[in-house]
Each structure stands twice: as structure tokens, then as C-alpha cells.
């Protein structure tokens, strides 16, 4: 009897013991790791009083993997990392002619984060992958030039983009929530909507060769809303 007792008793220390585990494990948010896709509205920003620019919506969604580390027992903060493949564009009039152009910027975006309770913030470092301008009345694509005087010349230059070369590399901060609208067994269906404003000119100084073409120069704002699906590991 005395034998039954002490087997009784080493099973209900187990069965709490295992169950105590249980309820930690339940209450870990698991490291996760998943993709996500998102569309973008983007506005560029300059002093030239010849162009004329507005909200543009991206056109290709962005396409990424994404990754979540748990730092908290009680879920309430988490390490993010995202890696996209990004496009912003760019609509405008320039000229005094009002001629309408679109311009397209691709970067590999970089972006180590924090989640504190389903609100997002981190810090986007773009990598240029390519850059072209198309021409929306002539419905072609074509490279940008600029014609200017150099000093104590009397000749004027003519200079042509050169689309990825001319592209910095940018610091986008951005502040965002994202709510999840589905959960299963840790893995988690996220809708996530985010504001970025970068901190740096899109183009490097010298793709502008003069100070008073300097003003073309600018950064962007972007407003973006997506899905995201993380896996529970």
C-alpha cells in the first residue's frame, strides 16, 4: 500500500510538474519566422518650384521574409528583422509645358525592428537595385538629361542620368501596428500598416552636376498595408 502511495504521489508531482511546463510554453510567444507582401503610396519631396508631385501608389507589392524573436515571457515585446525586395514610385509635372513622369526606385530593404504590444518601429536601410523614368505622354522610357553652363564656359553641357549608379543608399525610420487577425498553434496571420519618411536624398550629390539642379534632389515619404504570415518554430 505504502508503495502505491509514493507511485501515486511521484505521478501527481509529474502531471504538475509537466502541466506548470505547458502553461509556460503556452504563454511564450515562439520565434517565428514567415513572409510578408505589402503595396505602398509614396510622395517625393523637393524645393524645385519647375516640378510638381503628389501621392503615388506602388503598382508591384513588396515581397519579403520576416522573422520574430520572442524578448518577452509576457508577449508584450519582440525582435523583428525584415528583408524586402522594395518599390516606391514617384509621379510628376515638370516643365512649364506640365509634361507628366513616373519614376521608379527599387531597393533591398533592410529592417531591423521591435514589436511592443502590436506596435511596430524600426529602422529601413535601402540598397539601390535599379531606377528608371518613364515619360507618361509619350508612353516611353527614357533616360533623364539636363542641360547647364559649367563655369567660364560658354559652351552648355548636356548630362544624362545614370539611373542606379546616381542612387544613394537610404535610411527610411517607421512606425507601424500590426494586428493579427488569425492565430493557430503560435503561427499568426498579421495585417500591418506602416509610415516611413526617409532621412537621406534618394539621389547621390553628383547625379545632380550643378547647385541650382541641387533642388531637384529630395527624399520620400511612404505610406504602406500588407499581410504577413509568420510560422511558429
Known sequence: MKSVWQLLCAFCCFHMAFGQDTEVKKNLNPFKIGAHTQVRMSSFSNEAKSEEHGFSFSGTPDMGVSVYIPASKKNAVGITADITLANFQNTYTSGSNKVEYTRTFNYLMLVP???????????????????????????????????????????????????KAGMNMVIEPRLGYSYPVMNNAGSQLNLNAQVGLMLSNVFKEEYYPTANLQNLNGTMMSISLGVQYMFAL
Do not use: C
Not at 113 to 142: C, K, Q, S, W
Not at 149 to 161: F, H, M
Open 113 to 163: 525592428g521591435i514589436n511592443f504590444e502590436n506596435v511596430t518601429f524600426g529602422i529601413a536601410i535601402g540598397l539601390p537595385m535599379g531606377y528608371h523614368r518613364h515619360n507618361n505622354a509619350t508612353d516611353v522610357a527614357e533616360e533623364e538629361m539636363w542641360t547647364f553652363l559649367q563655369s567660364g564656359s560658354a559652351t552648355p553641357v548636356t548630362k544624362t542620368g545614370d539611373g
